[in-house]
C-alpha cells in the first residue's frame, strides 16, 4: 500500500506564478479529473481540497478582466474564472460518490460557495455551477447516514442564518432565460432534499423563501392561462401586486417548485397560510367580492351608498376552475350503503350553495386547491406527484372544503394507486430528475405509498375508495418484493498498484466511508412508505385489518420490526435488502405503526400476529437506543397487553415490566404516557404480585407526587401531544346490573377501537406544536401536558385495585403510601375538591369544570372500586368527610361517566354483603343522606342518559330500603 506520487500540475497549483498560470492549471485538472474516480482519489490525498478553498477566497478580492472573446463568452475577471474552475472541480469530485463528499465536508468549501451564492453581486453564470455543485454533494449526503435521526451538518450549513437568504435570491431570479430556470430549480431541489428540520422550515420562510416559491407557482399559473377573470381590477390592492408576475418560461420546472412548497408547509398551518395569502398567488387568484342585489344597496341623504338591513350576498357563481374538472357524484349521507346511487350526483361546479354557506363567516376556499387538482389531471410524472403533495398537505392543513373529499376520493386516490402498479408508464419529459442516483420512475413510486397514506389518514370515506381501489393487495403485494433479493450492479474502485494510503488525520486528505447503496436506500424509503399507507387504511375497519392479514403480509410487517445492526459505515456498502439485514429507524417507525393498527383486531391477535411472533421484535425494540423507536414500539404493547390478547402472559414473561417502570420515569413525556399506559394494560386482571411488582418499580412516592401534582401550575414545558376531548368515554366500558359487586366494574382497558381514537386525538395537537407561530400558550400546553400523565397514574390505581384480590391491593396501596407520608385518600378528597372561580359562586357547575375531566373519570373509578371491596373499606370511605362531601359536588357534572360514577359510588356504599353487615350498612346510608345523597340521587331521577337513570333506581332502591 503506497501513496501516489504527486504530478509536476500539483507543484503548479500550489505555488503558481500568476493567476493565469493558476486557472490554466485548474482547467487542466478538470479535464484530467471527469470520470476517473481514482485520479480523483489521488488528488484528494495530495491535498487538493486545500487548494480549492484557498481559490474560492479570491472571489473577495478585486482583478483585471480579461480581454474581450467571443460576443457569448461572459466578461470575467482572472480571479473569477479560477473560482468558476475551482467550483466545477468540486462538482465534479462531489459525482464521485459519497466518499468524495466526506473531504469536502471537513473543509471550508462549502461555507465559501455559499458566501459567494449569498452575495448580491454574485454573477449568474456562477450561481448554476455553485448551484450544481451544492445539488450532487446533497444527492450523496444522506446515502452515509440513512438512518434516522440524520446528519444534519450540511442542512445546519446550508440553512444558517448567514446562507439561508442566498435561496430567496436565487428564486427571486427572474426568469428570462435557461439559465435562470435551471437555478430555480436546482435552489428548489437542494431545499426538498436537505429541509427535515422544524427549525430550517421555519428559517426558509422568514427568510423569504417561501414567498419566492409561491411567485414562481403564480407564473406557472400565469403561464398556463389560469388567471381568474376580473384579476386585473384588483391589481394594487392591499396584498396584491401592482401587475401580473411574469410568465414561466419554456425551461421552467413545475415540479421542484411544488416539491419545496410542500416541504416547508407540511405540518404547519401558519406557514401554509403565509403561502395561500403571498402577494403573487392573491394576483392571481384574488378573492371573490361579495356581490349584493341593486334593490339592497341604498343613498343616505348625503348621496353615500349603504347596505340595507336585510341585504344578503347573492350567491356565487361557482368557481371557474372547477368547471373544467370532472364531475363526481358527491357524498350524500348515508348513500354507502343504499342500493340505489344518489339522485344528485352533481359536481362542485353545478353544487347548490346553502344560505349558511355563503355568510361570510365562511371562508372561501382558495383557488390554489382546484388548481392543483387540475395540474394532477392535465400532467404526468412528477408533477402530478408534487401536485398531489400539495394538496393533500393543504387538506390536511383544513385549506380544502369537506365537500371536495368526494373529488379527493374519485380523481386523486385512484391516480395515487395506479402510479404503484407494474405496467404504468410514468415518464414525462418535463420532469427534471430529482436526483442522478436512481431513475426518476423508481423516485415516484418510492413517493407515492406516503403521499396516499397521508391523504387517507383518519378519513373513512378516502380510506373506502382506495381499498375499493385494491390497495391493500397492491401494497401487500409491493411489500413482499421489497424483500426481492438485491443485485449488486456496481463494482467497487480497482486498484494497479495496490490502494492508495489513506492513514492521514486530516480529513480533507482522504476519502470518507462508502456509504450506502443508493438502490438499497430507495427500497428502505419505499418500503416505509407502504408500510405507512397499510397503516392508515386500516385503523377503524376490522374488515381492512383482515384483508391485509389475509394478503399474507404480516410475517413481512414482522420482519420490517427488526433493526439494522450498528454497522460500521465502511462496511454498510455490503449490506442487503434482505430481512438479516434489518431495517433503518423511519422503517421501524412505520412498521411500528403498521404493527400497531393490526393489534387493534381482536382476531389478527389471536391468529396471523401471534403465528408471526409479534411480540419478540417488539420487546428487543423498547430497549433501543433511538427514544422515538422505543415510543413507537410501547404503543404497540399497550394493544398486545391487553386482557384478550394471547401475548399479555408472553410480554409478562419476557420481563419487559422493569423496562416499562424505567421507561415511565423519562424525561420524555410521550415515552411516560405510553409506558403507563402498557403498565395499565398489564395490570388489569393479572395476579397481585404482578401489580406489586408493578407499583414497587414504579416506586409509591413516585406515583403519589405524579398524583398529587397540582395541576393549576404545571412546572416546565413538556414535549408530548395534548390531552384527550374533555367528553371522551375513552377506556370506559358498560357499567354492572344493579345489586352486584362491581370490583371489575369499567376497567381502564382499551378497546381496539378506543385505541384508534386515541391515536387520532393524540397526533393531530403534535402537528400543531410544530406551526411557525404556536397555536397555543405554552404554558396551556404544559397544563395539558400534566393532565394526560396524572390521568394514566390514576388509571393505573384503578385497575390495580379491581378484579380478585382487590381488597388485599387497596391495603397494600394505603400502606405502601402512609410509609411515604401519603394518603391516597386525601389525594382523591384533593383532586375532588371543586376550585372556586368567580363564577362558582353563584354556579357550582362552573367551580367544577376547573377539574379536568381526564383526571376527574379515573378518580371517581377509584372510588367506585374501593367501595366495591369490604365493608371496612367502605367504613374507610365515609371516615373521609371531606372526600365524600367533595363528591356530592358532581352528581350535577356535565360529563355522563362522572354522573354514572358517582350513583355507582352510592351503590357500592349502600350495598350489603350478607346479614351481619346490616347495621354497618344502614349507618353508612344514614351518613350518606345527611350530607345529602338522597336529594342528589333525586335530581337524577329524570336525567336524560338512560344509564344514569337505570343505576339512579338501584341506588334510591337500596338507600329507600335502608333508611326510608
Known amino acids: 500500500m503506497t501513496r501516489a506520487e504527486p504530478t509536476p500540475l500539483l507543484a503548479r497549483l500550489e505555488n503558481p506564478e500568476s493567476i493565469d498560470e493558476l486557472v490554466s492549471g485548474l482547467r487542466s485538472l478538470k479535464h484530467e479529473l471527469i470520470g476517473h474516480s481514482q485520479r480523483k482519489e489521488a488528488w484528494i490525498s495530495w491535498g487538493i481540497i486545500p487548494i480549492l478553498s484557498k481559490t474560492l477566497a479570491l472571489s473577495r478580492s478585486g482583478g483585471k478582466r480579461p480581454e474581450e472573446g467571443d460576443g457569448d463568452k461572459p466578461h470575467r475577471t482572472h480571479e473569477e474564472e479560477a473560482v468558476l474552475q475551482a467550483v466545477i472541480i468540486l462538482g465534479s469530485l462531489a459525482l464521485g460518490g459519497a466518499p468524495f463528499v466526506s473531504p469536502i465536508l471537513a473543509s471550508d468549501v462549502l461555507s465559501s460557495m455559499l458566501s459567494i451564492l449569498a452575495s448580491s453581486n454574485c454573477p449568474q453564470w456562477l450561481n448554476l455551477p455553485i448551484l450544481k455543485t451544492l445539488d450532487a454533494i446533497a444527492d450523496r449526503y444522506p446515502l452515509q447516514n440513512p438512518n434516522w435521526p440524520q446528519d444534519n451538518q450540511l442542512a445546519e450549513l446550508v440553512f444558517s442564518k448567514e446562507h439561508v437568504g442566498s435561496f430567496s435570491r436565487v428564486l427571486n431570479l427572474p426568469p428570462t432565460s435557461q439559465d435562470s430556470a435551471a437555478c430555480i430549480n436546482l435552489a428548489a431541489g437542494i431545499i426538498s432534499k436537505l429541509c427535515t428540520e422544524e427549525a430550517h422550515k421555519v428559517a426558509l420562510a422568514e427568510s423569504g423563501a417561501l414567498d419566492a416559491l409561491a411567485a414562481n407557482v403564480a407564473s406557472f399559473v400565469v403561464a398556463q392561462g389560469f388567471v381568474l377573470p376580473g384579476a386585473e381590477r384588483r391589481f394594487g390592492e392591499a396584498g396584491t401586486l401592482p401587475g401580473l408576475p411574469p410568465p414561466a418560461p419554456p425551461g421552467a420546472k413545475l415540479a421542484p417548485i411544488l416539491r419545496a412548497v410542500s416541504v416547508i408547509v407540511e405540518h404547519s398551518k401558519s406557514r401554509a397560510e403565509l403561502f395561500l395569502s403571498s402577494p403573487p398567488l392573491v394576483t392571481v387568484f384574488p378573492s371573490q367580492i361579495p356581490e349584493f342585489s341593486p334593490a339592497d344597496i341604498k343613498k343616505n341623504p348625503w348621496g353615500m351608498p349603504y347596505l340595507s338591513g336585510s341585504a344578503v350576498p347573492r350567491q356565487a357563481t361557482g368557481n371557474p376552475i372547477d368547471a373544467i374538472l370532472p364531475v363526481v357524484p358527491m357524498t350524500q349521507p348515508n348513500s354507502c350503503n343504499s342500493n340505489f346511487p344518489p339522485l344528485v350526483p352533481q359536481g362542485y361546479g353545478k353544487r347548490r350553495t346553502s344560505f349558511l354557506e355563503s355568510l361570510p363567516a365562511d371562508e372561501d376556499e382558495t383557488y390554489v386547491v382546484p388548481w392543483l387538482l387540475y395540474v394532477i389531471r392535465a400532467h404526468s410524472g412528477m408533477t402530478r406527484l408534487m401536485a398531489a403533495r400539495l394538496v393533500t398537505a393543504l387538506f390536511r392543513l383544513g385549506f380544502v372544503k369537506k365537500h371536495r373529499i368526494s373529488m379527493l376520493s374519485h380523481l386523486v386516490v385512484p391516480i395515487l394507486l395506479r402510479m404503484l402498479e407494474k405496467d404504468v408508464d410514468m415518464k414525462d419529459e418535463d420532469d427534471p430528475k430529482y436526483d442522478g442516483l436512481i431513475p426518476t420512475t423508481l423516485r415516484l413510486k418510492e413517493e407515492a405509498p406516503s403521499i396516499l397514506a397521508t391523504m387517507v389518514m383518519d378519513n373513512q370515506e378516502l380510506q373506502k375508495h382506495a381499498v375499493d381501489g385494491k390497495a391493500i393487495k397492491v401494497l401487500s403485494q409491493l411489500l413482499k418484493e421489497t424483500y426481492n433479493p438485491f443485485q449488486e450492479t456496481t463494482r467497487s474502485m480497482w486498484y494497479a498498484e495496490g490502494k492508495i494510503d489513506a492513514s492521514t488525520a486530516d480529513a480533507r486528505l482522504k476519502l470518507g466511508p462508502a456509504g450506502f447503496n443508493p438502490i438499497i436506500a430507495h427500497i428502505m424509503r419505499y418500503r416505509e412508505g407502504i408500510l405507512k399507507a397499510l397503516a392508515a387504511l386500516a385503523p377503524f375497519k376490522d374488515e381492512y385489518r383482515k384483508a391485509i392479514c389475509d394478503n399474507g403480509v404480516v410475517p413481512y410487517i414482522i420482519d420490517s420490526l427488526k433493526p439494522r445492526s450498528s454497522t460500521s459505515a465502511e462496511d454498510s456498502s455490503n449490506l442487503k435488502n434482505t430481512a438479516a439485514d434489518g431495517n433503518p429507524i423511519p422503517t421501524l417507525l412505520a412498521a411500528c405503526g403498521a404493527a400497531r393498527t393490526l393489534t387493534r383486531s381482536a382476531s389478527a391477535l389471536r391468529t396471523s400476529l401471534i403465528d408471526a411472533g409479534v411480540a419478540t421484535p417488539l420487546c428487543e425494540l423498547i430497549k433501543h437506543r433511538e427514544i422515538q423507536v422505543q415510543i413507537a414500539a410501547t404503543s404497540v404493547i399497550c394493544n398486545l397487553a391487553l386482557d384478550f390478547s394471547p401475548m399479555k402472559e408472553a410480554l409478562i414473561s419476557a420481563d419487559i415490566l422493569p423496562i416499562l417502570c424505567d421507561h415511565a420515569h423519562s424525561n420524555n413525556l410521550q415515552l411516560r404516557l405510553e409506558s403507563l399506559w402498557a403498565l395499565k394494560n398489564i395490570a388489569y386482571n393479572s395476579a397481585n404480585d404482578i401489580k406489586i411488582q408493578i407499583v414497587k418499580s414504579l416506586g409509591p412516592e413516585w406515583l403519589a407526587q405524579l398524583m398529587s401534582q397540582d395541576l393549576s401550575a404545571p412546572a416546565g414545558?413538556?414535549?408530548?401531544?395534548?390531552?384527550?376531548?374533555?367528553?371522551?368515554?375513552?377506556?370506559?366500558?358498560?357499567?354492572?346490573?344493579?345489586?352486584?359487586?362491581?370490583?371489575?366494574?369499567?376497567?381502564?382497558?382499551?378497546?381496539?377501537?378506543?385505541?384508534?381514537?386515541?391515536?387520532?386525538?393524540?397526533?393531530?395537537?403534535?402537528?400543531?406544536?410544530?406551526?411557525?407561530?404556536?397555536?397555543?400558550?405554552?404554558?396551556?400546553?404544559?397544563?395539558?401536558?400534566?393532565?394526560?400523565?396524572?390521568?394514566?397514574?390514576?388509571?393505573?390505581?384503578?385497575?390495580?385495585?379491581?378484579?380478585?384480590?382487590?381488597?388485599?391491593?387497596?391495603?397494600?396501596?394505603?400502606?405502601?403510601?402512609?410509609?411515604?407520608?401519603?394518603?391516597?385518600?386525601?389525594?382523591?378528597?384533593?383532586?375532588l375538591r371543586p376550585r372556586g372561580t368567580a363564577q362558582s359562586r353563584r354556579d357550582t357547575s362552573k367551580g367544577m369544570s376547573s377539574v379536568p375531566v381526564e383526571v376527574l373519570l379515573p378518580v371517581t373509578y377509584v372510588l367506585v372500586n374501593i367501595a366495591a371491596c369490604s365493608s371496612q373499606h367502605r367504613e374507610i370511605l365515609l371516615a373521609h368527610h371531606d372526600l365524600?362531601?367533595?363528591?356530592?359536588?358532581?352528581?350535577?357534572?356535565?360529563?355522563?361517566?362522572?354522573?354514572?360514577?358517582?350513583?355507582?359510588?352510592?351503590?357500592?356504599?349502600?350495598?350489603?354483603?350478607?346479614?351481619?353487615?346490616?347495621?354497618?350498612?344502614?349507618?353508612?346510608?344514614?351518613?350518606?343522606?345527611?350530607?345529602?345523597?338522597?336529594?342528589?340521587?333525586?335530581?337524577?331521577?329524570?336525567?336524560?342518559d338512560l344509564d344514569v337513570r337505570e343505576r339512579t333506581k338501584t341506588a334510591l332502591h337500596l338507600m329507600r330500603k335502608l333508611v326510608g
Open 717 to 831: 414545558k413538556q414535549d408530548a401531544p395534548m390531552a384527550m376531548e374533555t367528553d371522551s368515554p375513552l377506556g370506559m366500558g358498560t357499567s354492572n346490573s344493579a345489586g352486584e359487586q362491581v370490583d371489575l366494574l369499567n376497567p381502564a382497558e382499551d378497546s381496539p377501537m378506543e385505541d384508534a381514537i386515541r391515536t387520532q386525538q393524540s397526533s393531530r395537537p403534535r402537528q400543531k406544536r410544530q406551526s411557525l407561530v404556536s397555536d397555543l400558550d405554552q404554558s396551556k400546553q404544559a397544563r395539558q401536558d400534566s393532565i394526560i400523565v396524572q390521568e394514566q397514574a390514576f388509571e393505573l390505581i384503578r385497575n390495580i385495585i379491581c378484579g380478585s384480590g382487590a381488597s388485599e391491593m387497596v391495603d397494600y396501596i394505603f400502606q405502601e403510601l402512609r410509609q411515604h407520608h401519603y394518603d391516597l385518600l386525601e389525594i382523591l378528597a384533593e383532586k
Open 884 to 944: 365524600m362531601r367533595n363528591l356530592m359536588a358532581y352528581f350535577s357534572h356535565p360529563n355522563r361517566y362522572v354522573r354514572v360514577n358517582c350513583v355507582w359510588t352510592i351503590i357500592n356504599l349502600a350495598y350489603e354483603d350478607d346479614p351481619s353487615d346490616h347495621q354497618a350498612c344502614y349507618e353508612r346510608a344514614s351518613k350518606l343522606r345527611a350530607l345529602g345523597a338522597m336529594d342528589r340521587l333525586t335530581s337524577l331521577s329524570d336525567d336524560p
